[in-house]
């Protein structure tokens, strides 16, 4: 495996006080029911169009919340965040050992870039894809990092932290580490195809060559 696609959300980062708090910026405003932490941690991983659905129906409403959130979010909420221990470590070493390195998250792709340029992550990368008006699925960030990058299937994985990445994975046809420091749950992990489970960054790296 020569290219390593990460998630950002939950496997580079821990960027959960900020998200939550544009859920709840977006919930008060659209007088819909408060939740609590729990729930809105599942909120972490899928598209905003897929979490906006369970509450509207219609094109008009589900983009209105999008951009409500997005409002709280970029202003405040991509600032909140914190890189997990050992990622740096992990990438300058995937790095002297000649992999390629991507990130493919449901992110907005403006804020993923911004986000891993303020955490000075964003050097280690060779691309950073992110979700878009016409792609915003797991499946379909992978696929544009795979053409863009002329990378064949069978010579890239994913590492992620929910089953959404797992997902993502199966569609576009690669490979799938799957990681228990962010926001999925490991059973989750495996019943949607992980091929590998880490417990700690500095095992990914072991992982990848077993």
Known sequence: ?????????????????????????????LKLP???DKHLSTFIGPPLETTFSQYFTSEKDI????????TYYNNKGVHQVSV?????ELLTSLQETGKHLF??????????KLMLKEQKLDSYFDGIYGALPDRYHKADVIRACLKEEN?????????????FDMIGAKKAGISSI???????????????GAKLIC???LDIKKALSS
């Open 199 to 201: 417990h700690n960054p």
């Open 103 to 112: 990130v493919t998250t449901s992110k907005n792709e403006p804020m993923a």
């Open 151 to 163: 990378i064949k299937q069978n010579s890239a994985i994913i590492i992620g932290d929910t089953a």
């Open 178 to 192: 799957g990681v228990t420091w962010g926001f999925g749950q490991e059973l989750d992990l495996l019943s949607n």
């Open 34 to 36: 408060l939740l609590d």
């Open 84 to 88: 997990y221990q050992h990622i740096p």
């Open 63 to 70: 983009t209105h919340a999008i951009t409500t959130f997005r």
């Open 1 to 29: 495996m020569n290219s390593i696609l990460f998630d950002l959300d939950g496997t580079l980062v821990d960027s959960s006080i900020g998200i939550k708090a544009a859920f709840r910026y977006t919930f008060n405003q």
